[in-house]
């Protein structure tokens, strides 16, 4: 039977831990250019753009202890291994996601009630907030397909944080770029950076469910189930299939099933037609990493 662990850990997961560190070294220098220039430039959408940066070195940061521990191998004591922690990592990152979200608008909408004049962002306000948005964008795209290699929820999760943060950015460039333009709308600056909240929350809820269904078990899509009931049908040897069930592992899958097979065959029959059905699954659906079958006969 396929080792569970053949591609969850050892180097796959240093690819992992690879993209993330590079994430945080970006980070650091988007977050120290944008407070800098927010305060100084008097963009208080490239501030709060800022915190949402810093939310992403926070999240890094818990995601590099969760690929380090996922990608210990099997033992005693978890002989399933430790890859189930990275989704674990993915809801804690997208509630944090929802949290940076939902202070980033609190902020911003304090600070249009509270304000009676707007001061324009300087110019120099715009070349980083652009800065940003390619940098982000480039990291979520790599992070993303490592992620996907890997079969990395919590990286893909991280990955999305990129992309959201990529966003907001791209926003706050339009909102300092109007206000600099025409002073008059200054306060753009700031309602833009409330519009960028709302996408953050809206990243962490699809994250947190996402990750949420795969810790309690939820089955793959019912299509999935039909598909695997079929191949299992066509091995030669095999009347019919019950009891078919799956159950995600991070981005895998785990399959248990019945096969039925005619009463006179011989044991070592019976297991050779059982290791066809489990090889057959195992190559024709994506993402299986595990079968276990139980030979009945007819």
């Known amino acids: 039977m396929k080792n569970i662990q053949t591609d969850k850990t050892g180097n796959s997961f240093k690819e992992g831990i ?8 970006v980070n650091l220098l988007l977050v120290s250019a944008k407070l800098l220039m927010g305060i100084f430039g008097h963009s208080y959408a490239l501030i709060a753009d800022a915190m ?10 818990g995601l590099l202890i969760g690929l380090n521990i996922a990608g210990k191998p099997h033992d005693k004591n978890h002989l399933y291994g430790h890859g189930k922690i990275d989704n674990y990592i993915a809801h804690v990152l997208g509630v944090f996601i929802i949290f940076a979200g939902f ?8 600070i249009i009630i509270n304000s009676t004049e707007f001061i324009s962002p300087c110019s120099f306000a715009i070349i980083v907030a652009l800065i940003s948005v390619v940098s982000k964008e480039i990291l979520f795209r790599v992070t993303m397909k490592v992620g996907k290699k890997i079969g990395s929820t919590s990286t893909q999760a991280n990955a999305w944080h990129h ?3 990529a966003i907001s950015s791209f926003a706050a460039l339009i909102g300092i770029t109007i206000a600099v333009i025409i002073p008059r709308f ?3 600056d700031k309602i833009i950076s409330i519009i960028i909240a709302a996408f953050v929350v809206k990243v962490g809820i699809n994250i947190t469910v996402r990750s949420f269904k795969y810790l309690i078990d939820t089955a793959p899509p019912p ?3 039909e598909d695997a009931g079929s191949i299992a049908r066509k091995v030669d040897g095999v009347i019919d299939v019950h009891e078919l069930r799956a159950r995600y592992y ?3 899958l785990f399959f248990d099933l019945h096969i039925t097979v005619a009463p006179d065959i011989s044991v070592k029959d019976g297991h050779n037609i059982a290791k066809q059905v489990e090889y057959s699954l195992l190559n024709r659906i994506k993402g299986v990493i595990d079968v276990t079958i139980h030979v009945d006969p007819i």
């Not at 690879?18 to 070294?25: A, E, P």
């Not at 202070?103 to 304090?110: D, G, I, V």
């Open 18 to 25: 690879k993209i993330t560190l590079i994430g945080v070294v």
């Open 52 to 61: 949402h940066s810093l939310s992403d070195i926070v999240t890094d940061f």
């Open 103 to 110: 202070s980033l608008a609190y902020y911003s909408l304090k």
């Open 163 to 165: 992309r959201s943060d």
């Open 186 to 188: 200054a306060v753009l």
């Open 223 to 225: 299509e999935m189930l």
């Open 250 to 252: 991070a981005d895998s």
